[in-house]
């Protein structure tokens, strides 16, 4: 079974500075890789298929990178909106799991 | 605009019984693979079961398998999850989503806002 492994687990930044959140997988689950956002009370929302395409009406500050193992997730300038939870998710194997998730707090 | 829109959640008893329903709208629901997504409180997401366009094929979770069924129905715009067996591991938020099909890998693009499904005496 895949595990996803997504660090760090809270990152303390500012609006404006550059977010870097990596998810690595024990196996090769090759380009199969999603990234979600979540915030409080909220439904998870698609940012991120194929490791690096971003979903329909996701902003460009946004970008997926990674394949095989280990893949990454940057948020080029954050905007006050984008401190949330950010989980990764392998559609390779059964049975599909998610990473633990990366806070992304206000500094 | 595409809408999901979960009901059927509530309390129920340990050992007891539950079907939770989504209905599709602003798409053709016949057209895509949907999912039901769980999250427990203040805890992380779990892909619990999914089905095809056609109710072919459908895949379980190991810890569902045996208690959980999900079906749809296309011509209501549908899709079920009947839940039977419940212990308090299952209590959470089960989502509703419709998947993103990108070369043959399936992502979730659009999610329900969720229905809370509480086990406990």
């Known amino acids: 079974e895949i595990v996803l492994t997504q660090s760090p687990a809270t990152l303390s930044l500012s609006p404006g500075e550059r977010a870097t959140l990596s998810c690595r997988a024990s196996?090769?689950?090759?380009?199969?890789l999603a990234w979600y956002q979540q915030k409080p009370g909220q439904a998870p929302r698609l940012l991120i298929y194929d490791a690096s395409t971003r979903a329909t009406g996701i902003p460009a500050r946004f970008s997926g990178s990674g394949s095989g193992t280990d893949f990454t997730l940057t948020i080029s300038s954050l905007e006050p909106e984008d401190f949330a939870i950010y989980y990764c998710h392998q559609r390779t194997s059964w049975p599909l799991p998610f990473g633990g998730g990366t806070k992304v707090e206000m500094k | 605009e595409v809408q999901l829109v979960e009901s059927g959640g509530g309390l129920v008893q340990p050992g007891g019984s539950l079907t939770l329903s989504c209905v599709a709208s602003?798409?053709?629901?016949?057209?895509?693979?949907v999912t039901w997504v769980r999250q427990a409180p203040g805890k992380g997401l779990e892909w619990v079961a999914n089905i095809k366009q056609d109710g072919s094929d459908k895949y379980y979770v190991d810890s569902v398998k045996g208690r959980f069924t999900i079906s749809r129905d296309n011509a209501i715009n549908s899709l079920f999850l009947q839940m039977h067996n419940l212990t308090p591991e299952d209590t959470a938020v089960y989502y509703c989503?419709?998947?993103?099909?990108?070369?043959?890998?399936?992502?979730?693009?659009?999610w329900g806002q969720g229905t809370l499904v509480t086990v406990s005496s």
């Open positions: 196996q090769s689950v090759s380009r199969s």
């Open positions: 989503v419709r998947e993103l099909e990108s070369s043959g890998v399936y992502y979730g693009e659009y």
């Open positions: 602003g798409f053709t629901f016949s057209n895509y693979w």
